[in-house]
């Protein structure tokens, strides 16, 4: 939320909208991290949650800005915060992947 107040001097409402979509988006990548062996049911939950609340967004005009969230400004600053917060941990888990491999991917 403190990033989301630095990047933006505008309303408030547009605040709100952009942290809580990055918190969001967030939360369904890291969901997608650690996740091993994908099933289609998973698929299917993680594209509804995205869907619903896409669609959330745009049918609640009282308490999102419609013409704001479906701006390129939205796009990229939500792209931004999300970024920042998940770009590490995809690092550090790549990197652990790569200098720690689990047993099965061992090669003797």
């Not at 099933?39 to 999102?64: P, R, T």
Request: proline share 3%; aromatic share 14%.
């Amino acid at each position: 939320m403190y990033g989301a107040l630095l990047v933006f001097d505008s309303d408030f409402i547009h605040v709100v909208s952009i942290s809580f979509t990055a918190l969001i988006v967030t939360e369904l990548i890291m969901v997608a991290l650690t996740v091993h062996t994908w099933h289609w049911a998973m698929l299917l939950a993680e594209a509804l949650s995205l869907s619903l609340y896409a669609g959330s967004l745009l049918i609640l005009d009282q308490y999102f800005d419609r013409q704001f969230v479906t701006s390129w400004i939205f796009l990229t600053k939500t792209t931004a915060i999300t970024a920042i917060s998940c770009l590490p941990l995809y690092v550090i888990k790549a990197l652990k992947r790569r200098f720690s491999p689990p047993s099965y991917a061992k090669v003797n």
